[in-house]
């Protein structure tokens, strides 16, 4: 009896603590609000891209000094675009490797002299995209730097010397 009185207890103290009504979320319904201020060809969640044309690297710098924001965004712009480009070359790197069985490829000096090709490369051509907004003495400078994937492989196979490798750039 003790334990029938015990349980009816804890049963009516949990069912005096729940709400009187079953709870639910309602959906959102707010419509995603898009800033104008921000270019229509800057998206924040992509940092560089390449397609079939171009290799592109995009950034955002935010600073109070509009020449020294100009600058960063450049700069972070074109190291975006140097990934795309190293990811362009590992591919065909890996490909060679799993694929037409070139263990040479393999070697961490090939490796090594690869990615320093990439990050010595010289860019002159490149298409500069750059918009300015000041908000409240904030600058904030959107920079798209793009390449064109001829300019790009050019560029390549002059600082590459492996020819099967400068050959597999253009498949």
Same mark, same amino acid.
Request: glycine letters at 2%; hydrophobic letters at 35%; a negative charge.
């Given at each position: 009896?003790?334990?029938?009185?015990?349980?009816?207890?804890?049963?009516?103290?949990?069912? %005096?603590? %729940?709400?009187?009504?079953?709870?639910?979320?309602?959906?959102?319904?707010?419509?995603?609000?898009?800033?104008?201020?921000?270019?229509?060809?800057?998206?924040?969640?992509?940092? %560089?891209?390449?397609?079939?044309?171009?290799?592109?690297?995009?950034?955002?710098?935010?600073?109070?000094? *509009?020449?020294?924001?100009?600058?960063?965004?450049?700069?972070?712009?074109?190291?975006?675009?140097?990934?795309?480009?190293?990811?362009?070359?590992?591919?065909?790197?890996? *490909?060679?490797? %799993?694929?037409?069985?070139?263990?040479?490829?393999?070697?961490?000096?090939?490796?090594?002299?690869?990615?320093?090709?990439?990050?010595?490369?010289?860019?002159?051509?490149?298409?500069?995209?750059?918009?300015?907004v000041q908000e409240n003495n904030t600058h904030y400078v959107y920079s798209r730097?793009?390449?064109?994937?001829?300019?790009?492989?050019?560029?390549?196979?002059? *600082?590459?010397?492996?020819?099967?490798?400068?050959?597999?750039?253009?498949?």
């Amino acid at each position: 009896m003790k334990l029938y009185v015990t349980a009816l207890f804890i049963l009516g103290f949990l069912f %005096s603590c %729940s709400p009187p009504e079953t709870l639910t979320t309602e959906p959102d319904t707010e419509e995603e609000v898009v800033d104008e201020s921000v270019p229509e060809w800057y998206n924040n969640t992509i940092t %560089s891209e390449a397609d079939t044309v171009h290799f592109t690297g995009y950034a955002l710098a935010i600073a109070a000094d *509009s020449a020294e924001t100009h600058q960063q965004s450049i700069e972070l712009a074109t190291e975006n675009l140097r990934f795309t480009i190293d990811k362009f070359v590992e591919n065909i790197r890996v *490909s060679l490797v %799993s694929d037409d069985g070139r263990a040479e490829y393999e070697s961490p000096g090939f490796i090594i002299d690869l990615r320093n090709s990439v990050r010595n490369l010289e860019f002159s051509d490149l298409d500069e995209t750059v918009e300015y907004v000041q908000e409240n003495n904030t600058h904030y400078v959107y920079s798209r730097i793009r390449l064109s994937r001829e300019d790009a492989v050019n560029l390549l196979r002059r *600082s590459l010397t492996d020819e099967a490798f400068n050959e597999a750039l253009s498949r």
